[in-house]
């Protein structure tokens, strides 16, 4: 099992709603990640961040914001939340030295099920 | 475009049966392939990795093959157990950016019955 959490782990809100999706690992990994997972359907990278105060997009556009103040901790915002953003959020984390040896390995936390309705 | 296709979609064997994932990718430039098992409700969990230069590589019960040639890897679980109830992922990985982007199949849902 791979240290890095979740919260919550499901979420069932209304519309216009502000959420933060927590995500948190304690291997010291310095690359996080978000993607978000429809059901049945192949991941897709949302953010991203290499280190603290580096975030970047990632392919799929996404209304949601991150933030990267610690090396341990990647939230995710959304501001004002809606049906569309119903999903699997998950969060991910690497070491950032091995991902130049191309054996890369991503950790994933448990994900958020998120639900707006 | 760099695509990931898995098969079958679904597929339910009985416990103790082995049974063949299959995995084609047109991913280019080519760094890596991973499977991944989901089970529900939880985070993908790394089960194999192979680079350019392996074609074999087994972990416990499970056996991932790859021709980087055709592109095509297949994950090969042997004695199925119920536990062995999840979505499989493959995931390939590019070495065109820094980030070593990575391409996501949709899974093929496997089922174990007693």
């Known amino acids: 099992e791979a240290d890095i959490y979740q919260t919550p782990r499901y979420l069932v809100i209304g519309t216009g709603k502000k959420i933060t999706l927590e995500c948190s690992q304690t291997m010291g990994h310095d690359k996080m990640y978000w993607y978000q997972q429809d059901p049945g359907m192949e991941l897709h990278l949302i953010h991203y961040?290499?280190?603290?105060?580096?975030?970047e997009k990632g392919d799929l556009s996404s209304e949601s914001t991150v933030s990267r103040i610690r090396t341990e901790h990647f939230p995710l915002t959304l501001e004002s939340a809606r049906p569309s953003h119903t999903s699997q959020y998950l969060c991910?984390?690497?070491?950032?030295?091995?991902?130049?040896?191309?054996?890369?390995?991503?950790?994933f936390g448990p994900g958020t099920r998120l639900l707006v309705l | 475009k760099n695509q990931v296709e898995q098969s079958p979609q679904s597929l339910i064997i009985l416990e103790g049966k082995n049974c063949t994932l299959q995995?084609?990718?047109?991913?280019?430039?080519?760094?890596?392939l991973r499977w991944y098992k989901q089970d529900t409700g939880r985070g993908p969990v790394s089960l194999t990795i192979m680079t350019f230069s392996e074609n074999t590589k087994s972990n416990g019960r499970y056996t991932a093959t790859l021709d980087a040639d055709t592109k095509q890897s297949s994950l090969h679980i042997t004695a199925s157990q119920l536990s062995d109830s999840a979505s499989y992922i493959c995931?390939?990985?590019?070495?065109?950016?820094?980030?070593?982007?990575?391409?996501f199949g949709r899974g093929t849902q496997l089922t174990v019955w007693p």
């Open positions: 995931v390939v990985s590019d070495r065109g950016s820094t980030l070593g982007r990575l391409y």
């Open positions: 991910a984390s690497s070491d950032a030295v091995l991902s130049t040896k191309s054996e890369e390995t991503q950790y």
């Open positions: 961040s290499y280190g603290v105060n580096s975030t």
């Open positions: 995995c084609n990718y047109t991913v280019s430039p080519f760094s890596n």
